[in-house]
């Protein structure tokens, strides 16, 4: 039972005007299978549809290979789904000087989002928006001072990882080993059934076959959200943001902390169910002068120690919407990064990309709606 304090309402806890229509790319592969069906076609045409969306990057029904989806199944396509698979009407691209590419997508149902191509020596990593805007507030994240605009819709989020992956072959044409994480703009937990829905699409048999260990979702901290994660089958790993080892200091950086605060996170990860080998990983959002002491360095470990986990010390990177706040020295990154080894702490200190392109951690954030 959550005994959260309630004495304010929630902008995640408001409804949602979801879309009235839906794409060819949110629907799961049993879901266009049942589509099918109704439509009394062969079910191979789904197989063939769905492969065809997934792995050939299709984005036109007119692209089909008609010799072997039915013109039948084709035009019952075209006239379901307008447009059919183009989720976005334009896309700009930023490239960064350290290989990184910044994409701004324009969605055919209105507004923009932007998420962040990432190459490394042997993968490549999406940085995935599953939000229009943010309802969660967090300070130290320019996507917070939009608000919240509307959930996107799993192909929306599907369709950023299908446009990446055409746009960065890897060698010989071949795709390179994708990680995706859900850590763009947005609160991915507030949107946790599309979220599902495009997590089953990236790793269906038929289709991409992400593996879900390369697949990983960023919260700050929505409780019951993280255990209804907990209760599915299958599920990306989970990242949860601290930036804060107090109430009170959390409170008012974070103010999902409000409703639900560290203590109580905590019990919920400790109760979290991993598979072998698995760890939560604790994204903690370093801010000079306001949580790298080597106090909050301690309490952290502390907090790291109750069940297995990684802790990523990212660096803040300033913005526009964060006046105020400031970026930690290299000394002080080192210092708090040694004081969680000495305690015990598994931990990393994660460089981000694209900082000439208001590409890293924190900076994401469109001026529009439209």
């Known amino acids: 039972m959550d005994h959260a304090p309630r004495h304010e309402?929630?902008?995640?806890?408001?409804?949602?005007?979801?879309?009235?229509?839906?794409?060819?790319?949110?629907?799961?592969?049993?879901?266009?299978?049942?589509?099918?069906?109704?439509?009394r076609l062969k079910e191979t045409n789904a197989q063939l549809i769905f492969k065809a969306i997934q792995r050939q990057g299709i984005t036109s029904t007119d692209a089909f290979d008609r010799t072997q989806i039915s013109r039948r199944?084709?035009?019952r396509l075209s006239a379901h789904s307008a447009?059919?698979?183009?989720v976005f009407h334009k896309v700009e691209s930023f490239a960064s000087e350290d290989g990184s590419v910044k994409y701004l997508y324009h969605l055919s149902g209105g507004g923009q989002v932007e998420s962040v191509y990432m190459p490394f020596e042997n993968r490549a990593?999406?940085?995935?928006?599953?939000?229009m805007g943010c309802a969660l507030g967090c300070t130290f994240c320019a996507t917070g001072a939009m608000g919240f605009q509307r959930h996107l819709t799993p192909g929306e989020m599907v369709g950023q990882v299908l446009h990446m992956r055409r746009m960065h072959p890897g060698p010989g044409g071949q795709s390179a080993r994708i990680n995706v994480v859900f850590m763009g703009m947005g609160e991915p937990l507030h949107n946790l059934n599309n979220l599902l829905c495009a997590f089953q699409i990236l790793t269906?048999?038929?289709?991409?076959?992400l593996s879900q260990k390369d697949i990983a979702v960023s919260t700050s901290g929505l409780v019951p959200k993280i255990e209804l994660l907990g209760e599915q089958p299958t599920r990306p790993r989970l990242m949860v943001s601290i930036?804060?080892?107090?109430?009170?200091?959390?409170?008012?950086?974070?103010?999902?902390?409000?409703?639900?605060?560290?203590?109580?996170l905590m019990q919920s990860l400790e109760k979290f169910p991993l598979q072998k080998g698995e760890r939560i990983m604790l994204s903690y959002v370093l801010i000079a002068g306001v949580n790298d002491h080597i106090d909050d360095a301690k309490r952290l470990a502390a907090m790291s120690l109750r069940f297995p986990s990684l802790v990523n010390i990212i660096p803040m990177n300033a913005h526009a919407a964060s006046p105020g706040m400031k970026e930690p020295t290299e000394s002080n990154i080192q210092t708090f990064y040694q004081a969680l080894l000495d305690a015990g702490s598994f931990a990393t200190v994660r460089r981000s990309r694209g900082r000439d392109v208001a590409a890293a951690c924190g900076q994401l954030i469109t001026p529009s709606r439209s």
């Not at 447009?83 to 183009?86: G, H, V």
């Not at 990593?125 to 939000?131: A, F, G, L, N, R």
């Not at 930036?243 to 109580?264: F, G, H, K, Q, W």
């Open 204 to 209: 269906h048999p038929q289709g991409l076959v």
């Open 125 to 131: 990593t999406y940085c995935i928006s599953s939000q």
């Open 83 to 86: 447009p059919p698979l183009q």
């Open 243 to 264: 930036a804060a080892t107090t109430d009170s200091a959390r409170s008012a950086i974070m103010p999902v902390n409000r409703a639900y605060p560290l203590e109580r």
């Open 73 to 75: 199944a084709l035009a």
């Open 9 to 39: 309402a929630y902008p995640w806890d408001l409804p949602v005007e979801e879309p009235n229509h839906r794409y060819l790319l949110d629907y799961t592969y049993e879901e266009l299978v049942r589509l099918i069906q109704h439509w």
